[in-house]
C-alpha cells in the first residue's frame, strides 16, 4: 500500500506551517484568462473550411473594391472586332487558356482570326468584345456593394427594432411584430415589379427592395433572444441597481446579442446577393451596359453551347460567394455559440 | 476485494478531457464495486468527478473525453472496451439511467405510454401490445393514478413529480441489473423527493436492481444508501458502509461536508463550512487535493498523495492523519458526537451478535 | 435581540397581490393577497415549494414588477409612490437583491470589475478610476476572493465564487436591505455553509437587514429569525424559526418540516412523512392570517383557531 515509505520522514508528520498554508491558494484559477472574442477566434482557426472560406472572402473583396487596379480592360467598352473571343493566358498552352476554339472539330487560334495582335483576354470577351475578367470584377463589386447594402439595413433597422420590440414589450411588441407580419405577406418581386414603374431598373431599386424586407428576420431573432434576455438575472440585477433602459441596452443587451447578429448577417448576406443576381438575370435589376454577375449569367447562358466559358466564369464566381459566405457562417455560429452545434 | 457479489468492478480508472487550455484530469485513478441489489452512493461536489464516472459506465462521456487507463468490469466484459453499438445494447437493457432533470430526458412529442414501452420493443423485441400492457404495469408500479387514461398524455401534462415518476418507470421497464441515478431528485420540491425517494426503495426491493446515486446531499444519502463512496478532485478520498462514513467518518473532507449540512437543531453564529474552492483539475496540486483547503493539513499532503488506510473491512479512506506516524488530531465537536454514537452502535451490535452466537450454541448442544 | 417593536419596521408588505396576464385565460395569480413585515436587523425567511410565488414576492417588493394591488412600505415611504429620479435612486441604493442562478446572474461579456462596479458608476460614488479599482478591490476581499480576481471574465469562476461576486456587486451601493433570492440553491453543500457565513458576517458587520428566500428548510432554519411559510401564492404561517419547528401548526408547514432529508442514516431509516392534502386550501371558507401566539401567524378561517389553539399546546409532531 504505502510503496514510497522509505522517502517519507517523520517530520514529514507535522501540521503545515503558516507559512506553507499562505502557498497553498485555494482560490486558484489556472486556466488562463480569454476575452468572449478571444476564445470564438480559438475555435473559428481550427474550423478550416470555414478559414478557406474567410480567405477566398476577403481575396474577392480586394479584387472587386481595388477592381481599378486589377482590370485588364474598361469593363464596358466594346469593340467588335475582338468579340467572343476566348480565355487566353500568355505562356500557357493548354486549351481553354491558350486563346484557341475548337470549331467544327479543328482547334482554330480565335486571336489571330480577330487580328488582336498582341491583346490578350485572360477570361475571354462576351458578344460585344468587353472583356469578361473586368466585367466579372465589375459584378462581384455589385453583388459585394449589395452585400453591405443588406448587412447596413440588417444592422441599422433589423437590430433596433428587435431590440426595442422585445425590451418595451406589451402593446408596442404587439404592433411592432403586426407590421412585420405586413411586410412579409408581400412577396419582394411584387415589391420590385411595383417600383419598377416609378424607378427605372437599377441598383436603387434592388437597394430599395432590400431595404423593405431583407431586415425582418434579423428583427425577430433580436427580439426572440431579447425577450430571453430580458428575464436573465444579470438584467434583472442592472435594472435593482437603477441601470437606465439606454444604457442596459447598450452594456447587456447588444454584447450578449452580438454573436447572434454576426451569425444571422453572414446567412443575410448570400440571401440579398442572390436575390440581386436573380433580378439582373431575369432582366429587372441592373442594366445594360452594366455588369452583374446575373447579367452576365444571362449573356453567357445564350453562347453557352459554342463559347460555354461565358457563362461558367461568372457562374463559378456567384456560386463562390455564395458558398464562402455560407461556410463562413456555419464557421461563426460554431464558434460564438458552440453549444448549438449539440 | 473481488467479490461473488460484485456486479460491477471499476478499477484504476483515469479519464482526462482534452480541452484548449490543457489537459483536465477528471478521473485520477478511482476503483469501486457495486454488489448485486445494493445502493452505492457516490457523494461529491460538482467537478469532483462523480457524473463523469457514471457517464464512463454508460459509455457516454464527451468526445473530447480520454481513457488514460482503467477497467470498468461487468459481468466479465470490459465496458470500456465495448464499441458504439454495443454499448447501445447495453444501456437500457442492462444498465439504465435517470437524470436530474425530468424535463429533458423525456421526449415533449412524444406519448408517455410510447416512451415507456419504446426500450421493450427495441431491446426485447416485444411484440406493441404486449410492451404497452407491460408500459402499464410499470406506471400503476410507479405510482402514476389513472395510468390507463394517462398513457397516452405526452410529458407536458404532468407535473415535476410525475415526470420523474415516468423517467424511472422507462429506466427500469427492462428491469435492468443497474440503475444510475444522477442527483434524481436535485430538480424537486423537498415533499416530492421524499415520495421519489421511497419509491426508489420500493422498487429497488423488488426488482432487487443495483443502484449507483449520485448526490452532493448528505441527507438524501443518509437514507438511500447501503454504502458510500465520498470523492474529492477526481478521487474517491473515503468508502464504507453508510453507517461508517455518518457515525466514524475518517477523512477531513468528510467531516466538513458533514458539518456544513445544518440541521434543524443547529444554531451559532457561524456554520464550520471548507473554505475555498475544489482545486482546479487542469493542475491538480501534487500532493492531497484537498490539502489547501484542510485545516488538519500536514507537511506531507503537499508532496505525497495519501493511499487508503483500512479502518475496517468495509471501510477505507485516503488521508495521512490515519499514518501511524501522524499525530493525533481531535476532530470537530460534531463528528465525535457522530463517533460517540458509532461506538454506542458498534457495541450493541457486538452484544447482539454474542447473544445470537451463544443462543445458536445452545440449539447446537 | 431583535427589536419587535412597530417602529423598528423596516418593511411592511400589505395585501400584495402579483397576478399576470391579467384578464387573459392563462391568468396567473403568483402572489395572492400576503402581508407581513420585516424587521429592522433581522433575517426573514420565505420557504414555499416551487410556484409558491415566494420569488415573485421578493421580485414585486424590489419593484421588478408593478404590483396588481396592494402596498409595499420600505421604511416608511409606499415604494409605489416613488415619483423623483432622486427617490427611486435612493430606494435602489437601499434595497438590493442577490440572485438564485450564479451562471445567469452575472453578465458574461463584462469583466468582474465592472460587473460589480454597476452600482457604483450608476450612483457616481467613485471619485475616480483608481477610487473605483480600490473599492471594487475591497468589495472582492470583503467577499473572499483575491484582488487580481478583478480582471477576469465569469465563466472563470465556480459557482460559489460567482455568486459571492454577485454579493459583492449588491454591497458596492452600500444598501441596508437585501432580497436574497435562494442564494445557496445552485450551490455545492460545502459552498452553501461558505456563503452562508458570509451573508451572515455581513449582516454583523453592516447591519443588514435580509429576506432570505429558499426552499431548503434546515438552511433557511438556520439563518432566519422569522419564517414565514408560502404555499399557492399565499402565506400560510408566520413565526420565529425556533417556534415554527417546535409547533409547526400548519399540516403544509408540517409536512414540509417531515420531509427535509437529514444526514443521519438512523433518523433516516425512521423516517416519516407527514402527509399533506393541499384540497384544504380551496374549500371556500374564509381565511385570513391570525396571531395566534405572539409573533406566530396562522392563515386560519375562525372555526380553524381553535384547533390551532389546541395544537400551541401539544407536543411537536416532527420526528425527534
Known amino acids: 500500500m504505502a510503496d514510497n515509505a522509505k522517502h517519507i520522514s517523520a517530520g514529514d508528520f507535522k501540521p503545515i506551517s503558516a507559512e506553507d498554508r499562505g502557498n497553498l491558494d485555494s482560490e486558484k484559477i489556472s486556466a488562463p484568462s480569454l476575452t468572449f472574442l478571444q476564445d470564438s477566434w480559438r475555435r473559428f482557426r481550427k474550423n478550416k473550411a470555414a478559414m478557406i472560406a474567410l480567405i477566398i472572402l476577403i481575396i474577392l473583396f480586394i479584387l472587386a473594391f481595388g477592381s481599378n487596379l486589377f482590370e485588364t480592360h474598361a469593363p464596358n467598352a466594346t469593340n467588335p472586332n475582338l468579340a467572343n473571343l476566348p480565355p487566353k493566358i500568355p505562356g500557357i498552352d493548354i486549351n481553354g487558356f491558350n486563346g484557341t476554339l475548337d470549331q467544327s472539330g479543328q482547334r482554330i487560334n480565335a486571336y489571330a482570326q480577330a487580328h488582336a495582335g498582341s491583346k490578350y483576354f485572360i477570361l475571354g470577351t462576351d458578344y460585344l468584345g468587353r472583356d469578361l475578367f473586368s466585367r466579372i470584377l465589375y459584378g462581384t463589386r455589385i453583388s459585394l456593394t449589395i452585400a453591405l447594402v443588406a448587412s447596413f439595413f440588417d444592422l441599422a433597422v433589423g437590430v433596433v427594432y428587435g431590440v426595442i420590440s422585445g425590451w418595451i414589450g406589451g402593446w408596442v411588441d404587439t404592433f411592432m411584430q403586426r407590421i412585420i407580419e405586413i411586410l412579409l405577406s408581400i412577396p419582394n418581386l411584387v415589391v420590385i415589379i411595383l417600383l419598377m414603374v416609378i424607378l427605372k431598373p437599377g441598383m436603387e431599386s434592388i437597394i430599395i427592395a432590400i431595404a423593405l424586407t431583407s431586415w425582418i428576420n434579423m428583427a425577430r431573432l433580436i427580439r426572440a433572444q431579447t425577450l430571453e434576455l430580458k428575464n436573465q438575472e444579470f438584467v434583472l440585477a442592472a435594472r435593482t441597481l437603477g441601470e437606465s433602459s439606454i444604457k442596459i441596452g447598450f452594456k447587456h443587451l447588444l454584447p450578449n446579442l452580438s454573436s447572434i447578429i454576426i451569425i444571422n448577417l453572414m446567412f443575410t448576406i448570400p440571401t440579398a446577393i442572390f436575390f440581386e443576381a436573380f433580378l439582373s438575370y431575369i432582366g429587372i435589376g441592373v442594366s445594360a451596359p452594366q455588369a452583374s454577375l446575373g447579367t452576365l449569367i444571362n449573356d453567357g447562358q445564350k453562347n453557352f453551347q459554342f463559347l460555354p466559358y461565358q457563362m461558367w466564369y461568372p457562374a463559378i464566381v456567384l456560386s463562390l460567394l455564395m458558398i464562402a459566405f455560407n461556410i463562413l457562417g456555419d464557421g461563426m455560429r460554431d464558434a460564438f455559440d458552440p453549444k448549438s452545434r449539440e | 476485494m473481488e467479490n461473488a457479489n460484485d456486479i460491477l468492478e471499476v478499477r484504476n480508472l483515469k479519464i482526462n478531457f482534452k480541452t484548449y487550455a490543457g489537459t483536465v484530469k477528471a478521473i485520477r485513478d478511482i476503483s469501486f464495486d457495486l454488489r448485486k441489489g445494493e445502493t452505492l452512493a457516490i457523494v461529491g461536489e460538482s467537478g469532483s468527478g462523480k457524473s463523469v464516472t457514471t457517464r464512463s459506465i454508460m459509455g457516454l462521456n464527451a468526445e473530447n473525453a480520454v481513457i488514460d487507463g482503467g477497467t470498468i468490469m461487468y459481468k466479465d466484459q470490459d465496458l470500456l472496451k465495448k464499441t458504439r453499438k454495443q454499448m447501445d445494447q447495453i444501456r437500457g437493457r442492462d444498465i439504465a439511467e435517470i437524470f436530474q432533470d425530468p424535463m429533458t430526458s423525456l421526449d415533449p412529442t412524444m406519448k408517455i405510454g410510447k416512451q415507456i414501452a419504446e426500450p421493450l420493443i427495441i431491446h426485447k423485441g416485444m411484440k406493441r401490445e404486449k410492451a404497452y400492457a407491460q408500459a402499464l404495469e410499470m406506471m400503476k408500479l410507479v405510482g402514476i393514478d389513472n395510468a390507463k387514461e394517462r398513457i397516452n398524455d405526452y410529458p407536458h401534462q404532468f407535473s415535476g413529480g410525475m415526470r420523474q415518476r415516468i423517467v424511472i418507470a422507462i429506466a427500469l421497464v427492462n428491469y435492468p441489473e443497474i440503475l444510475i441515478a444522477d442527483e434524481p431528485t436535485t430538480a424537486l420540491d423537498v415533499t416530492i423527493q421524499a415520495q421519489i425517494l421511497d419509491l426508489m426503495k420500493e422498487l429497488q426491493a423488488k426488482t432487487n436492481t443495483s443502484i449507483i446515486f449520485i448526490t452532493h446531499d448528505l441527507g438524501v444519502v443518509a437514507g438511500m444508501a447501503d454504502r458510500v463512496a465520498v470523492m474529492y478532485a477526481g478521487k474517491i478520498v473515503e468508502y464504507g458502509t453508510v453507517d461508517e462514513i455518518f457515525y466514524n467518518p475518517k477523512h477531513p473532507y468528510t467531516w466538513g461536508l458533514l458539518n456544513s449540512m445544518p440541521t434543524m437543531d443547529t444554531s451559532g453564529t457561524e456554520l464550520p463550512s471548507i473554505p475555498g474552492t475544489p482545486p482546479d483539475l487542469l493542475d491538480p496540486p501534487k500532493g492531497d487535493a484537498f490539502a489547501a483547503r484542510n485545516q488538519y493539513a500536514l507537511e506531507i499532503d503537499t508532496k505525497q498523495q495519501p493511499p487508503f488506510f483500512k479502518v475496517s473491512d468495509t471501510h477505507y479512506a485516503a488521508t495521512w492523519l490515519l499514518d501511524p506516524r501522524a499525530p493525533k488530531v481531535t476532530p470537530p465537536d460534531p463528528i465525535i458526537e457522530r463517533q460517540k454514537h458509532y461506538a454506542q452502535l458498534t457495541h450493541e451490535a457486538i452484544d447482539k451478535s454474542r447473544g445470537k452466537h451463544i443462543e445458536e450454541q445452545e440449539e447446537q448442544l | ?320
Open chain 3, 1 to 320: 435581540m431583535i427589536d419587535y417593536s412597530d417602529e423598528n419596521k423596516i418593511l411592511q408588505v400589505e395585501h400584495l397581490k402579483q397576478y399576470f396576464n391579467v384578464g387573459k385565460p392563462d391568468e396567473v395569480k403568483a402572489v395572492d393577497d400576503i402581508s407581513f413585515d420585516v424587521y429592522r436587523g433581522e433575517t426573514f425567511g420565505l420557504v414555499g415549494e416551487s410556484g409558491s410565488g415566494k420569488t415573485t414576492t421578493g421580485r414585486a417588493i424590489i419593484h421588478l414588477y408593478e404590483p396588481t394591488s396592494g402596498k409595499i412600505v420600505f421604511d416608511g415611504q409606499d415604494v409605489s409612490k416613488l415619483r423623483t429620479k432622486q427617490q427611486k435612486k435612493h430606494f435602489r441604493r437601499e434595497m438590493q437583491m442577490i440572485f438564485q442562478d450564479p451562471y445567469a446572474s452575472l453578465n458574461p461579456r463584462m469583466k468582474v470589475k465592472d460587473i460589480v462596479a454597476e452600482g457604483i458608476d450608476i450612483n457616481h460614488l467613485a471619485k475616480d478610476d483608481a477610487d473605483r479599482s480600490k473599492q471594487v478591490e475591497d468589495l472582492l476581499e470583503t467577499v473572499g476572493l483575491n484582488r487580481d480576481h478583478s480582471s477576469r471574465y465569469p465563466h472563470e469562476f465556480s459557482g460559489g465564487q460567482r455568486q459571492r461576486i454577485g454579493i459583492a456587486r449588491a454591497l458596492a451601493v452600500q444598501p441596508q436591505f437585501i432580497i436574497a433570492d435562494e442564494p445557496i440553491s445552485a450551490l455545492d453543500v460545502s459552498i452553501q455553509a461558505q456563503v452562508v457565513n458570509l451573508l451572515k458576517k455581513l449582516q454583523r458587520e453592516r447591519n443588514l437587514t435580509y429576506l432570505f428566500i429558499a426552499h431548503d428548510l434546515s438552511m433557511v432554519k438556520y439563518i432566519s429569525d422569522r419564517i414565514g411559510v408560502m404555499h399557492y401564492g399565499r402565506m400560510l404561517e408566520i413565526a420565529t424559526s425556533d417556534e415554527i419547528y417546535a409547533h409547526p401548526l400548519h399540516d403544509y408547514t408540517a409536512s414540509l418540516l417531515s420531509a427535509v432529508p437529514v444526514p443521519d442514516p438512523e433518523y433516516e431509516r425512521a423516517r416519516t412523512q407527514i402527509p399533506y392534502d393541499a384540497s384544504q386550501e380551496f374549500d371556500g371558507k374564509d381565511r385570513k392570517l391570525v396571531e395566534i401566539a405572539p409573533h406566530h401567524w396562522i392563515r386560519a378561517s375562525e372555526d380553524e383557531i381553535p384547533i390551532y389553539k389546541k395544537r400551541l399546546t401539544e407536543p411537536s409532531r416532527l420526528q425527534k
